[in-house]
């Protein structure tokens, strides 16, 4: 087996793929500059190179919010979140990101997810989130 970067005439083998795990969400507009990683994972019979898998890195982004708890009234600090809420929307979007994620502290996650949902956020519990961290040397995702 080879790892290669992804070529436009992998397309349709990607696509089949995609298709026969039918998992639900729609096959990625692999033309996206937010696709940082495009790799593919061939296997050669003869002439032939048949393609098994890819691994598709998209980057998003994960808001973090510093915002000084005894700094005004909570009318104050709700309305200092509005401004920099809509201050981090605008830059994200002109940077080209589609989505931003924020993991809230078991703490604060029923009442403050509640007063972001207000902002247009949802919470996504349909898909299970992992995280890897990658470190120097570390050759496995």
Not at 4 to 23: G, W
Not at 45 to 69: C, F, K, S
Not at 75 to 99: C, F, M, N, T, Y
Request: aromatic share 10%; with cysteine; hydrophobic share 40%.
């Amino acid at each position: 087996m080879m790892v290669r970067e992804y070529r436009e005439s992998d397309l349709a083998a990607l696509k089949r793929i995609h298709a026969a795990q039918t998992f639900p969400y729609t096959f990625p507009d692999l033309q996206n500059p937010l696709f940082l990683t495009r790799i593919v994972l061939t296997e050669s019979g003869g002439a032939e190179e048949r393609i098994r898998g890819a691994a598709i890195l998209r980057l998003t982004a994960e808001a973090y919010l510093l915002l000084d708890p005894a700094a005004g009234t909570p009318k104050e600090r709700w309305q200092s979140l509005l401004v920099l809420h809509e201050a981090a929307r605008r830059d994200a979007w002109q940077r080209g990101l589609e989505d931003v994620h924020a993991w809230l502290p078991p703490a604060i996650a029923q009442k403050f997810g509640r007063r972001i949902e207000k902002l247009g956020w949802t919470r996504d519990d349909d898909w299970t989130p992992y995280c890897k961290r990658l470190v120097p040397n570390d050759a496995k995702l």
